[in-house]
Structure formats: C-alpha cells, structure tokens
C-alpha cells in the first residue's frame, strides 16, 4: 500500500534502489547505528508498496567521501540503472549520502525526472520532474554542500589553532619518540642519536648527499629508519633516506604544519598531486619545540646547499655542486645581453654558451664565449682580492678531518656493539627453546645464523675501512706552509696537482657570487665580477678571434705594421714594439706575434730578399705566369698543353723554367690556338741576355 501521491503503478513496476554510503572507513566501524538506519530503509521500501525482488541495496561506497562522484562505484552503477529507465526511486537516508557535490547533484536530478525517477528520504518522497519536487531537492543539494565545507572549517580551525601552538601530533622522524604524556624525546638509543648527527656533520663536510652515501657505503653504516608500524629498523644508506633526514625541520628542533600544498590537474583524487613548498611559504612554523639535533642556523644552510647542488643545473639554472670539468666557472656565468644563465660546453674545447632563448622560442645561440681566457681573468681577480688576506686554515682543518674520523669510528664501533647483542640475543633464544619443538628451533636457529653472518660482515667492513690521517705529518710540509699563508701561497699552488678542479671551483665560490660577461665587439669580452658582499669588479676583456678583420683595430694595426716594415724592421722587432704599444694578434689576446707580421707584409708585397716564388722578371721572356696575365687564361690551361705536347717548349737550363718570347708574334699564336687555326706550336728557348763586350 503506498503512501505518497507521487508513486504510480508506472513506478512501481521498476526497482527500487537503497543507497547506502559512509564517509571514511572509521566511520563504516564506529557509527553503526547510523548504518542500521540506513539499511532499515528496505522496510521502507516495502511500505511505499514495491516487492521484496524489486527492492536491491548498492553498499559498495561505504567508507568513501561523497565530495566527488569519480571515484564511487556505487554512485556511477546508480546512474546507470537510472538512464536505463530500470529505476522507480532511489532511497537514501539523507541526500548527503547521495553527493555533497552540486555539479554531480544537479545532474542527478535532470536525469531522474527525464526517465520519471523518484528521490525519496527521511523527509518524504520528491518528484525531480516537478518545480516543487526539484526546488525542494535543489536546496537540500546547495545545503548538502554548505554543510560539507562547514564541517571541514569547523575541523580544519580547531587543527590549526593546535598546530599554531605546535602541540599537534604530527608523525616524528626517526630519532624523535613522543612519550605517553605527548612530551617529544630524542630516541633514547645513542646509535640512532650518534648516527643521525653524524649525517649532519658529514654533510657540512663534504657538501653533497650522494658523497655522504658514498662515505658511509665506504664504512660500511647503516642508517636507521621507521618500518610501517613505527619501529626502528636499520637498513642500508640510499640518496633518498639521507635527503629526507637532511630536509627534515624537525631535527633542527622546529614543529612546522604546511610544507605542502595539493595542487589538483582534474576533478579525480588521482589528479592531485602534492608540491612541496620553499620555506618561506610554509603555513606554521615553531621553533625550539622539539629536541633538536642541528641548529636552525645550521638547518637553513644545508638547505641553501641543497638547493645548489640539485641536479636540474641546466633547466632550473641553480649552481651546481663544483664538479671536476675544466670550466672554473659553472654555475656562475651569466649572459649580459639576455640575463640568463651560461652552461658550459665541451665540444670544441671549453666554452660558454647561453642557450636559454633557444630553448624556449627555438631563435639563435645568445652568445658563446671561450671559457679559458675568462676563467684566468677572474682567477687573477681572485687572487688581487685574496693576496691582502693572511689565513692559517691548515689546523682547522686537520682538526675537523680528525674529528670527522673519530665520529665514523664511533659510528663502527656502535654498530658492531648493536650486531654483537642482537647475535648474543638470538643464540639466549635458541638455547632457551625445547630441542625437541623443531618448528620454533629451525627458526631460532636460522635467526642466529643470520645475526652471526650480519656481524661478520660489519666486522670485516670495519677491518678495510680507510682510515683518516691523524696526525699534521699526514701532509707535506710545503702544503702545511702554503696552508699558514694562503693569501700568497694560493697563486703558487693554483697550477700544481694539488688542487682538484672541484675544489678551486669551491675555493672561486667562496668569494665571487656571479660573473656576467656580454660580447659588445667580436674580440672584447665586458667581464663584470659580483664578489660576495655586492662590490663589483669590471673588466674589459680580449678574447681569440678567427680573422685579422674580426680585430676592432685591425686597420690600425696592419697600418702600423707597414709602416714599420717600410722602415726597415725586422718582424720580431715589430712584433715587439706593437705588443709594447698594447696591440695584438687575432688568436693571441696577449701579443702581436712576428707570424702576423709577416702575413701582413707579404700580402702587400713588401719583401725582404729575393726568392723564386717571387714574381720574376726577364727581359725580352714571358713567364707562365706572365704569359697567362696577357692571354686572360688560367696557368693550368698552359701547363696542361704543355705537358701533352701540345705546346712544345723545354724548360730553360739556367732558372728550369718555361720562357716565351716577348713578342706580339708569340701572343697571335696563342690565340690562333685557342681559336683551333693551329694544333701545336713550337718554341725554342729564348736566349737569356748576356753582357756586351767591350
């Protein structure tokens, strides 16, 4: 027997559908009550007057937010049913239970009342394809909506003024345990303590995780970590774990909510994804509320340094970690006509390219620069500006590379400790166990051997494990006096193997933060130096060029050069007194060199001594040379007739080469040839002039 006006026998021969949903798994477990009434809703459907077969349940969202219908089953087999026109009315306890989403809402409706469905809740049955029905559903929608974003401000204000208290239990690191009363404590294990701390200190010595991964592979530590449920497990270093520990603000003692922000490409849950956000932009941050391992300072630092050393130098223009290429300044040139900055190149030789704008709108190579004459410039600048300064780091240093070492054996000496107990731990249990209950003594016994193998192997580690030097004697003592006067030594140790390429990289970056170089004429390099500090350094740099006429003073130059040949000077001397006057040779940016000379002279024909490869001159004989200025023919169109007899003539005995009577007799044959009236022609050699007798 039905009880609404709305239900028709039309209606009534169609199923009627119970949709069932929790918003998260908790829920589903704890709110029961609110489930039984929502399954209670098939007495319902049987009061409204549709049979027990024609009554079917979709529970299959239970656990899962109605704020979006992409990821529920449940809703999408509903819709289903409903554009078949296999659905008389759908029962919900609540529309919220349907969607909390007006945009998968709205839709809901105008497919329910074109196929003649009915909505029915606690409330009453409605009749989507009414004005009533659909104004009455529409606002049960929008506050279906309201609620949702209500709740989740009322959630949301009551997180953040915990968090903003930094009393918000968040999941700690490894290395922080938070006891019964809330109160956070470093993790009373001095291995875990003494581990992490010594990630920290190896970082800052050798300012790169993966070479803190290479030193601890190399000793053979492991690091410690959480396994799903919580506790600690040791576990081999990864460039992964040591960066998560190296990011971790709560190691510098800082409670911080926000780092992250969810950036959604669509309307599904799979479509966000989570960006990490630079420090400034974080939502809280409070210092100084948990035990710290590092100090904040120290904290920002290696973040700076992280920051430099990641890996996308070309595409996020970050500096890089020096690396051991021949390139000094990696990471630090900038292109002074666009402002991007430089990468290096090493096709054809070293050289500074700025690619950026070719990159992004596929136009021509800003500009590209040798990299060996900027490099020494800025080298010499560095040492003008380091050459005042009086520093004694040899101790210090030796001092931190033994401390660094007697962390690593502490290190060892804590993980063989730990192995030992847990294989002495193992051997307590297989002996406390009954030899008789096999199934538990294979398994205590397999546990043993694995803990007497995992020591072994730590022990033999530790046996071939480099050792630091421990002593100054460890250093020879022409570097141990360099160190006591860097400021005067460093130019002396620059071309020596002592320095690695990497390390005179970091040695630059200590004191210069940028270069900016702009090509403003062929052979001119404007160098701009920013040190440290903001002071800057400019200088107006020559560069190799090609070409003579790549020169900006290359007029000038070959001028003077003529001039002073015209004098008499040699081309050393020449050479000498240019480069004293500040000129120089295209590939030379230091000197004028006496081959440039030379080839300027002899361009113009300015000789010194007679040779045969200069033009020759005989009275009353044409040369080949000669003879083919006359004819307005090639020299090789002569020799190539000479030599298969069309023309017949031999070489001269006295200078061995071809001479031909100065006569216009000889120049009218010629051209009877060419014409084709003649097949050969026939010279004897023309008698060289002698001197008369007196």
């Given at each position: 027997m039905t009880?609404s006006?709305l239900?028709?026998?039309?209606h009534?021969a169609r199923k009627a559908i119970?949709?069932?949903?929790?918003?998260s798994p908790?829920q589903?477990?704890?709110?029961?009550?609110?489930?039984?009434?929502?399954?209670?809703?098939r007495?319902?459907?049987?009061?409204?007057?549709w049979p027990?077969?024609?009554?079917?349940v979709?529970?299959?969202?239970?656990?899962?937010t109605?704020?979006?219908?992409?990821?529920?089953?449940?809703?999408?087999e509903l819709?289903?049913?409903?554009?078949?026109?296999?659905?008389g009315i759908?029962l919900?306890f609540d529309v919220?239970r349907?969607?909390r989403n007006?945009?998968?809402?709205?839709?809901?409706?105008d497919?329910?009342g074109?196929?003649?469905c009915?909505i029915?809740d606690?409330d009453?049955i409605?009749?989507?394809?009414s004005?009533?029905?659909?104004l009455?559903?529409?606002l049960k929608g929008?506050?279906?909506e309201l609620?949702l974003?209500?709740?989740r401000?009322?959630?949301?204000a009551?997180l953040?003024?915990?968090?903003?208290?930094g009393e918000l239990?968040l999941?700690?690191?490894?290395?922080?345990?938070?006891?019964?009363?809330?109160?956070v404590?470093?993790n009373?294990n001095?291995?875990?303590?003494?581990?992490?701390?010594l990630?920290f200190?190896?970082f800052?010595?050798v300012?790169?995780?993966s070479?803190v991964?290479?030193?601890?592979n190399?000793?053979g530590l492991?690091?410690?970590?959480?396994?799903?449920?919580?506790?600690v497990?040791?576990?081999?270093?990864?460039v992964a774990a040591?960066?998560?520990?190296?990011?971790?603000?709560?190691?510098?003692?800082a409670?911080?909510?926000?780092?992250?922000?969810t950036?959604?490409?669509g309307p599904?849950p799979?479509h966000?994804?989570l960006?990490k956000?630079?420090?400034?932009?974080?939502k809280?941050r409070?210092?100084?509320q948990?035990p710290a391992?590092?100090?904040?300072a120290t904290y920002?630092?290696?973040?700076?340094?992280l920051k430099?050393?990641?890996?996308?130098?070309?595409r996020n223009?970050?500096r890089?970690i020096?690396?051991p290429?021949?390139?000094l300044?990696h990471?630090?040139?900038?292109?002074?006509?666009?402002?991007?900055?430089?990468v290096v190149?090493?096709?054809?030789g070293t050289r500074?390219l700025?690619?950026a704008?070719?990159q992004?709108?596929?136009v021509?190579?800003?500009?590209?620069l040798?990299?060996?004459?900027?490099?020494d410039c800025?080298?010499?600048a560095?040492?003008?500006?380091?050459?005042p300064?009086?520093?004694d780091a040899y101790?210090?240093a030796?001092a931190?590379?033994q401390?660094?070492?007697?962390?690593?054996?502490?290190?060892?000496?804590?993980?063989l400790?730990?192995?030992?107990y847990?294989?002495?731990?193992?051997e307590r249990?297989?002996?406390q166990?009954?030899?008789d209950n096999?199934?538990v003594a294979v398994?205590?016994?397999r546990r043993w051997?694995a803990?007497?193998r995992?020591?072994q192997q730590?022990?033999t580690?530790?046996l071939q494990?480099?050792?630091?030097p421990d002593?100054?004697q460890?250093l020879?003592?022409e570097?141990?006096?360099?160190?006591?006067?860097i400021?005067?030594?460093?130019?002396?140790?620059?071309?020596t193997p002592?320095?690695?390429q990497?390390?005179?990289?970091?040695l630059?970056?200590?004191?210069?933060?940028?270069?900016?170089v702009?090509?403003h004429?062929?052979?001119r390099?404007?160098?701009r130096?920013?040190?440290?500090?903001?002071e800057?350094?400019?200088?107006?740099?020559?560069?190799?060029v090609g070409?003579?006429?790549e020169l900006g003073?290359?007029?000038a130059l070959?001028?003077?050069?003529?001039?002073?040949?015209?004098?008499?000077?040699?081309?050393a001397a020449?050479?000498?007194?240019?480069?004293?006057?500040?000129?120089r040779?295209?590939m030379n940016?230091?000197?004028v060199?006496?081959?440039?000379?030379?080839?300027i002279r002899l361009k113009h024909q300015?000789l010194?001594?007679?040779?045969?490869?200069?033009p020759?001159?005989i009275?009353?004989?044409?040369?080949v040379?000669?003879l083919?200025?006359?004819?307005?023919?090639?020299v090789h169109w002569?020799y190539d007739?000479?030599h298969?007899?069309?023309?017949?003539?031999?070489?001269?005995p006295?200078?061995?080469?071809?001479?031909?009577?100065?006569h216009?007799?000889?120049?009218h044959q010629?051209?009877q040839?060419?014409?084709?009236?003649?097949?050969t022609?026939?010279?004897d050699?023309?008698p060289?002039?002698?001197?008369p007798?007196?």
């Amino acid at each position: 027997m039905t009880t609404s006006e709305l239900i028709t026998p039309q209606h009534l021969a169609r199923k009627a559908i119970i949709y069932i949903r929790q918003s998260s798994p908790q829920q589903a477990i704890s709110n029961q009550e609110s489930l039984r009434l929502q399954y209670a809703l098939r007495h319902r459907a049987l009061e409204l007057g549709w049979p027990a077969t024609a009554i079917a349940v979709i529970d299959c969202d239970l656990g899962t937010t109605a704020a979006s219908a992409e990821h529920r089953a449940g809703f999408k087999e509903l819709l289903a049913q409903v554009t078949l026109g296999a659905v008389g009315i759908i029962l919900s306890f609540d529309v919220t239970r349907l969607t909390r989403n007006c945009s998968d809402w709205y839709p809901l409706l105008d497919l329910c009342g074109y196929r003649g469905c009915l909505i029915g809740d606690r409330d009453g049955i409605y009749d989507p394809g009414s004005a009533n029905g659909r104004l009455l559903l529409g606002l049960k929608g929008q506050l279906s909506e309201l609620e949702l974003h209500t709740i989740r401000a009322r959630l949301t204000a009551g997180l953040l003024n915990k968090a903003q208290r930094g009393e918000l239990a968040l999941t700690l690191p490894v290395g922080l345990v938070r006891d019964p009363s809330g109160v956070v404590h470093k993790n009373p294990n001095l291995e875990v303590q003494y581990r992490l701390e010594l990630v920290f200190s190896t970082f800052l010595t050798v300012r790169s995780a993966s070479q803190v991964l290479r030193v601890f592979n190399d000793q053979g530590l492991t690091l410690p970590r959480r396994d799903r449920f919580g506790a600690v497990v040791w576990r081999k270093p990864t460039v992964a774990a040591i960066l998560s520990i190296l990011k971790h603000p709560a190691y510098a003692g800082a409670f911080t909510y926000g780092r992250t922000r969810t950036v959604r490409t669509g309307p599904a849950p799979r479509h966000a994804r989570l960006r990490k956000l630079p420090l400034e932009d974080w939502k809280i941050r409070v210092n100084d509320q948990y035990p710290a391992y590092i100090s904040w300072a120290t904290y920002e630092q290696i973040q700076a340094l992280l920051k430099d050393n990641y890996a996308e130098y070309d595409r996020n223009k970050t500096r890089g970690i020096p690396r051991p290429g021949k390139a000094l300044l990696h990471g630090l040139v900038y292109c002074g006509e666009c402002g991007h900055k430089m990468v290096v190149q090493y096709k054809t030789g070293t050289r500074y390219l700025c690619n950026a704008l070719r990159q992004q709108y596929g136009v021509p190579v800003c500009q590209y620069l040798p990299a060996d004459p900027i490099d020494d410039c800025v080298v010499q600048a560095f040492f003008a500006a380091l050459s005042p300064v009086e520093l004694d780091a040899y101790h210090h240093a030796m001092a931190a590379e033994q401390q660094a070492a007697r962390a690593l054996d502490q290190a060892r000496r804590q993980q063989l400790e730990r192995l030992r107990y847990q294989a002495a731990l193992a051997e307590r249990q297989f002996n406390q166990v009954d030899p008789d209950n096999r199934l538990v003594a294979v398994e205590l016994e397999r546990r043993w051997e694995a803990a007497l193998r995992e020591l072994q192997q730590a022990e033999t580690a530790g046996l071939q494990a480099p050792l630091a030097p421990d002593s100054a004697q460890a250093l020879p003592p022409e570097l141990e006096r360099a160190f006591t006067a860097i400021g005067q030594k460093l130019p002396e140790l620059w071309s020596t193997p002592l320095l690695s390429q990497a390390q005179k990289k970091a040695l630059l970056r200590c004191l210069i933060d940028k270069v900016v170089v702009h090509r403003h004429r062929r052979d001119r390099v404007h160098t701009r130096i920013v040190w440290k500090g903001g002071e800057t350094t400019t200088v107006d740099l020559p560069i190799p060029v090609g070409s003579l006429a790549e020169l900006g003073n290359a007029a000038a130059l070959e001028g003077r050069i003529l001039a002073l040949a015209q004098q008499g000077l040699d081309d050393a001397a020449i050479a000498e007194q240019l480069t004293a006057a500040g000129l120089r040779s295209p590939m030379n940016p230091a000197a004028v060199l006496p081959n440039t000379v030379r080839c300027i002279r002899l361009k113009h024909q300015v000789l010194r001594d007679r040779h045969q490869s200069h033009p020759r001159q005989i009275p009353g004989c044409l040369t080949v040379t000669q003879l083919a200025r006359a004819l307005d023919c090639s020299v090789h169109w002569l020799y190539d007739r000479i030599h298969n007899g069309t023309i017949a003539i031999t070489p001269d005995p006295a200078t061995g080469a071809y001479l031909f009577p100065d006569h216009p007799h000889t120049l009218h044959q010629f051209a009877q040839l060419r014409a084709g009236t003649l097949a050969t022609l026939r010279f004897d050699p023309a008698p060289l002039p002698r001197e008369p007798h007196p």
